[in-house]
T-cell receptor, first 113, second 113 residues
């Protein structure tokens, strides 16, 4: 069974640029959630995708957007990067059930200069 | 809305002594509760979860947690700490509208020889 993978592992961008982060979900999982973890804090929910549709969104501006593909992999796109976007971005996959566990990938560490 | 409060930002123990990490939750209905662990520069790993079955939940690596509705608590314990237990621990509640996870601020566990 393949776990959740994310790419790239690290990324450096400058303010105003755009970035795309990628996530491959665990085999058999149809739901992907994205979280932002700023340094020294707990992860914050960005949004969730289920069967290629956004299924819920946290308190993040529209410049944070996402996609889910037919194979259930996912992308997180962030436009007009700001310094405060520097964080660890975590992807989690699961089955679409309220009691199902979310399995996390290792994350992508984004630094915005 | 669901929320969790982790009562200690840091906990220090000696190897071989018991571990207690405290978490209180707030929920308008019976919640799903989780403990995740994050080792330095790693993703999040599920330790255990409570989903309204047995109130004493056993997890991996000797950890367990007890759901106490009357105290709205879900404290994490381990009888004997290992050096490898040193990490950040997150208490998490699941939003019932979809699978949004709401994280606490984390407790850093330090284990000394």
């Amino acid at each position: 069974e393949t776990g959740v993978t994310q790419s790239p592992t690290h990324l450096i961008k400058t303010r105003g640029q755009q970035v795309t982060l990628r996530c491959s979900s665990q085999s058999g999982h149809n739901t992907v959630s994205w979280y932002q973890q700023a340094l020294g804090q707990g992860p914050q929910f960005i949004f969730q995708y289920y069967r290629e549709e956004e299924n819920g969104r946290g308190n993040f501006p529209p410049r944070f957007s996402g996609l889910q593909f037919p194979n259930y992999s996912s992308e997180l796109n962030v436009n007009a990067l700001e310094l405060d976007d520097s964080a660890l971005y975590l992807c989690a996959s699961s089955l679409a059930s309220l009691q199902e566990t979310q399995y996390f990938g290792p994350g992508t560490r984004l630094l915005v200069l | 809305a669901q929320s969790v409060t982790q009562l200690d930002s840091h906990v220090s123990v000696s190897e071989g002594t018991p571990v207690l990490l405290r978490c209180n939750y707030s929920s308008s209905y019976s919640p799903s509760l989780f403990w995740y662990v994050q080792h330095p520069n790693k993703g999040l790993q599920l330790l255990l979860k409570y989903t309204s079955a047995a109130t004493l939940v056993k997890g991996i690596n000797g950890f367990e947690a007890e759901f106490k509705k009357s105290e709205t608590s879900f404290h994490l314990t381990k009888p004997s700490a290992h050096m490898s237990d040193a990490a950040e621990y997150f208490c998490v509640v699941s939003d019932l509208s979809f699978q949004k996870l709401v994280f606490g601020t984390g407790t850093r566990l330090l284990v000394s020889p």
